[in-house]
């Protein structure tokens, strides 16, 4: 069997949710209608974490195009939510951060 870190496919770990709170979502979502600003929950996060667009075609396209990966969410849900923080403040207008910790 073929390990994650050795190219095969990540599945999101199940209860983490990480990205679902943490990015920032410019589009409109349902429920949503400005977007999602970074750190607040996506009003479609079930309490298990689990995201209630998916598969919906109204799901916004930067969730679609969002893949689970060793860098982005890590082994644990801290590394994941440390990752993500650090991308977004890299990606946000302004001075860059600072390199990943």
């Known amino acids: 069997m073929e390990s994650e870190t050795q190219g095969a496919a990540m599945q999101c770990r ?3 949710g990480a990205c679902c709170i943490e990015i ?3 589009s409109p ?3 949503m209608p400005s977007g999602k600003p970074a750190g607040v ?3 479609h996060l079930s309490v298990s974490r689990l995201c209630g667009l998916f598969g919906a075609p109204d799901r916004p396209g930067v969730c679609k ?9 890590g ?11 650090w991308l977004e403040a890299e990606t946000s ?6 390199a990943y910790p």
């Open 93 to 98: 207008p302004g001075p860059s951060v600072s």
């Open 65 to 73: 195009a969002l893949r689970p990966s060793i860098e982005m969410c």
């Open 14 to 16: 199940a209860g983490c």
């Open 24 to 26: 920032s979502i410019s």
């Open 29 to 31: 979502i349902p429920g």
């Open 41 to 43: 929950r996506c009003v």
């Open 75 to 85: 082994f644990e849900r801290a590394e994941a939510i440390r990752y993500l923080r």
